[in-house]
């Protein structure tokens, strides 16, 4: 009796020992939402560096070298008696300014943001000093600012740009309508290409972490709060604000 008595109590030990070790290392393990949560983070570390460094690598490229071309032309017109060239070349360092102006105007992050000065130390070792709600606003700023950059405001303002240098060259210099159709078609190259260039793994990197959140997010997570919008159609057209 005695000895079935200690069997029990072994048995028992052994049982609250298995429990109690079970339960130490389920709390070790992270749960399934833990491990989704410790991906998403892991996937910004890897992107927001990354990310933030191709973009600066486009911004300052085009940055220099709009600057550089309106430096080069502008030359060029002060020194060439060349009436024709000097007209290309003014218009051409006007057009080159304006260029430089945007990429100045429309930073990676806005001049007045917080998350600026994160920017700083880009390198994923700096960035870990972030908190995740500061990872996930500044992707959500990256992916903002490539947004834009490839919406069709970007392309119209290109566009109405490119077409006044093209009227100027046709009507203000009196030049022929090829000369004008050239100009304009050698603008819209250039400024399709900056704008075609421009990283856009953030948007894609942002979506996805959406999608994948717990909560969810409906729609266009960086649909803006208004917008406006046109749509032409045969025998005119509708603007609409969105909100």
Known sequence: ??????????????FVLALLCFTLEAGAQPSAV????????????????????????????????????????????????????????????????????????????????????SLDEVKADSLRALSPDQYRELLKALAVREK???????????????????????????RTFMDGLENFALNTAVTELQIWTQPVRAVKAYRKYCENEATGTSGDPLKPDSEWNMAVYPGGFTLSLTF
């Not at 009796?1 to 052994?14: C, D, E, G, Q, T």
């Open 34 to 117: 833990d491990s989704l949560i410790d991906k998403q983070l892991h996937d910004l570390y890897g992107t927001i560096p990354h990310e933030a460094i191709r973009f600066q690598r486009w911004w300052y490229g085009w940055l220099a070298g709009y600057s550089a071309a309106t430096a080069v032309q502008g030359a060029v017109c002060l020194t060439t008696e060349n009436k024709t060239l000097r007209q290309d070349m003014a218009l051409g360092a006007a057009t080159t300014l304006l260029g430089a102006a945007g990429q100045l105007i429309s930073p990676m992050i806005a001049y007045n943001s917080p998350l600026r000065g």
């Open 1 to 14: 009796m005695k000895i079935l008595k200690i069997r029990h109590s072994v048995r028992l030990a052994f």
């Open 148 to 174: 834009e950059g490839r919406s069709w405001k970007t392309h119209a303002t290109a566009c109405a740009v490119n077409l006044g240098s093209g009227l100027i060259t046709w009507l203000g210099y009196k």
